[in-house]
RNA sequence: GGUCCGAUGGCCGAGUGGCUAGGCUCAGCUCUGCAAAAGCUGCUACAGCGGUUCGAAUCCGCUUCGGACCUCCA
């Protein structure tokens, strides 16, 4: 097993990765509240853990990956004063609250897909986990960490606190919490500003509610993550992932909810926060009006971008930074990713059709290569450093290629594992032009007429007549059909 | 106000006590009928000011600027 290093948000410090039970991993992944579109910032998270998820079992490890999808509980505004967000949506579309939750679950599956970042293993909801929420709110009130006033449960921080650590995660002390918390004008029903809601009394408007001891009511937020992951994980469990602005107070109540439900003090082994997707030096929010839609992206289609980008070309743009750092979007560095990635492609497809040599290239180390690119992923998912190597082998590939260097079939073979293994498995870059090549057949009509007019263009070449042979290639370009003259001959290219 | 993080060449973005990150852009060269592609070469940066050290972009302090969280957010 590869010696991963994982940075630990719980701890600050970059750690050996051992795993609880080897082989086995469970990491958990917090999802998206399904009220609305994703936008690309929510993309970046579930593609960070979409690479450590790829390489955990690309190294050997069998990943039991849960990622959950909120469908209640989600309050508008302040914690525990709010209306629900699906709740919300519904009235305003005038449609049932789980339409709102198929329509935008189906929006979030789509765009999974056309991203190329892979399925959960277990992909639970929060209103399929009612029964165990409820469980889970009694035990922490037999345990005495949590109270209950006109049919709302609450969470006693301070209560809490006397006998566990809260806070540790997220770098707070209780005192200056308490201090920084705004005024809530006493018409709460908490006892403490710092408390949190763990069931809320529904009246009849509400749309979404249940029986529970306490009345009808529905879950609160933080507490569908402690019960989901715990049911499918267990009380301890590997990795637990998240955007970085969860980890206050979301991550920080599920820790507390988890301790104070199960008295398991240390729940989570290794805590990753991927950070965020910012625009102009801002983080991308809803709120901030900057979010781009996949679509949006795709087409084109916003004020902010000149063109469309690819799906593959917005991955491999996310995938040059690291995941722990905030990453600027922009048009320029969108073009450079594209064309950074064009290359990257092209040189494996070449890499196909390398002929080997007799003899062993010295100067070339395959095996280096591939240590290089394990190196760079066993420092913490580093992405950005994997791609640089990936990049020198580039350089031997075209090399080889225009017949400046030997390859022989042990080296080309190695550098075919090394591509296949990090480029596609890991990284999940899939060749979009292969795959169009692939769905139109190859061996059709129009193949053979562009073969044949690059003959006659190669002949009009013989001959002289360069101007026939601008003629025709100039007028493929205009086609979206590229003919380029390379050592042995020309070839021709669909975009 | 509190807590934390960041400031790297024209752009994006790694790194973190001494050794080339990488991609994109730009300039020159090789190849080529021309072009494209590819290869080679160059532009050699670490916010500012002090300090520690034989040596700092990397450690420490201060200053300036930016950001995140503290309320919902991936």
């Known amino acids: 097993?590869?010696?991963?290093?994982?940075?630990?948000?719980?701890?600050?410090?970059?750690?050996?990765?051992?795993?609880?039970?080897p082989p086995n991993v469970g990491m958990y992944v917090c999802g998206p509240t399904v009220y609305s579109n994703v936008h690309l910032g929510n993309v970046r998270t579930f593609l960070s853990f979409d690479i450590i998820y790829r390489y955990l079992e690309f190294i050997g490890y069998k990943v039991r990956y849960v990622r959950n999808i909120t469908d209640v509980g989600h309050l508008v505004g302040d914690a525990d004063e709010g209306e629900d967000k699906i709740g919300k949506m519904a009235r305003l579309q005038k449609v049932e609250p789980m339409e709102i939750v198929q329509k935008y679950t189906n929006?979030?599956?789509?765009?999974?897909?056309?991203?190329?970042?892979?399925?959960?293993?277990?992909?639970?909801?929060?209103?399929?986990?009612?029964?165990?929420?409820i469980t889970a709110i009694e035990k922490i009130l037999d345990n005495d960490y949590a109270y209950e006033v006109n049919g709302n449960v609450y969470f006693s921080v301070r209560r809490f606190s006397d006998d566990?650590?809260?806070?540790?995660?997220?770098?707070?002390?209780?005192?200056?919490?308490?201090?920084?918390?705004?005024?809530?004008?006493?018409?709460?029903?908490?006892?403490?500003?710092?408390?949190f809601a763990l069931w809320k009394k529904a009246d009849e408007t509400h749309l979404m509610q249940w029986p529970s001891p306490w009345g009808m009511g529905f879950p609160g937020w933080h507490l569908e993550c402690s019960v989901m992951s715990t049911?499918?994980?267990?009380?301890?469990?590997?990795?637990?992932?998240?955007?970085?602005?969860?980890?206050?107070?979301?991550?920080?109540?599920?820790?507390?909810?988890?301790?104070?439900?199960?008295?398991?003090?240390?729940?989570?082994?290794?805590?990753?926060?991927?950070?965020?997707?910012?625009?102009?030096?801002?983080?991308?929010?809803?709120?901030?009006?900057?979010?781009?839609?996949?679509e949006e992206l795709i087409t084109g289609n916003h004020k902010l971008l000149e063109r469309g980008y690819s799906p593959m070309t917005v991955r491999f743009f996310m995938l040059m930074g690291h995941y722990g750092s905030t990453l600027d979007f922009s048009n320029d560095a969108l073009i450079a990713a594209e064309k950074g990635l064009t290359k990257l492609t092209k040189a494996v497809e070449t890499l196909q059709k390398l002929t080997p040599t007799e003899k062993e290239n010295?100067?070339?180390?395959?095996?280096?290569?591939?240590?290089?690119?394990?190196?760079?992923?066993?420092?913490?998912?580093?992405?950005?450093?994997?791609?640089?190597?990936?990049?020198?082998?580039?350089?031997?590939?075209?090399?080889?290629?225009?017949?400046?260097?030997?390859?022989?079939?042990?080296?080309?073979d190695g550098l075919?594992?090394?591509?296949?293994?990090?480029?596609?498995?890991?990284?999940?870059?899939?060749?979009?032009?292969?795959?169009?090549?692939?769905?139109?057949g190859g061996e059709d009509l129009a193949t053979n007429l562009l073969d044949l007019l690059v003959e006659l263009r190669t002949d009009a070449k013989a001959n002289k007549d360069y101007a026939g042979a601008d003629r025709i290639r100039n007028t493929l370009s205009d086609l979206g059909v590229n003919v380029t003259d390379g050592k042995d001959g020309s070839s021709w290219s669909h975009e």
């Not at 097993?1 to 039970?21: C, D």
């Not at 999974?112 to 929420?133: D, K």
Request: proline fraction near 4%; hydrophobic fraction near 35%.
């Open 1 to 21: 097993m590869q010696p991963l290093q994982i940075q630990n948000s719980l701890t600050g410090k970059k750690e050996v990765f051992e795993a609880l039970n």
């Open 107 to 133: 929006d979030f599956h789509d765009v999974m897909r056309v991203f190329n970042i892979l399925s959960p293993s277990i992909e639970p909801t929060a209103t399929g986990h009612i029964i165990e929420q």
């Open 164 to 195: 566990y650590p809260y806070g540790e995660l997220s770098g707070r002390k209780i005192d200056e919490l308490l201090s920084n918390t705004r005024d809530l004008d006493g018409q709460s029903e908490k006892r403490d500003p710092l408390d």
């Open 231 to 294: 049911k499918y994980l267990g009380n301890r469990f590997d990795i637990h992932g998240g955007g970085m602005d969860l980890k206050f107070p979301h991550h920080e109540c599920e820790i507390a909810q988890n301790v104070a439900a199960n008295k398991v003090e240390k729940t989570v082994n290794y805590w990753i926060h991927g950070n965020m997707l910012t625009v102009n030096g801002r983080k991308m929010a809803k709120s901030e009006g900057n979010g781009f839609t996949p």
């Open 362 to 412: 010295k100067n070339i180390s395959v095996s280096d290569l591939s240590d290089k690119c394990y190196a760079a992923m066993n420092d913490d998912f580093n992405t950005p450093v994997l791609i640089a190597s990936l990049f020198e082998g580039v350089k031997w590939i075209n090399s080889a290629s225009d017949g400046r260097i030997e390859l022989n079939q042990d080296q080309i």
């Open 416 to 440: 075919k594992t090394i591509y296949t293994g990090f480029l596609g498995n890991v990284l999940g870059l899939e060749n979009e032009d292969l795959n169009t090549e692939k769905s139109s």
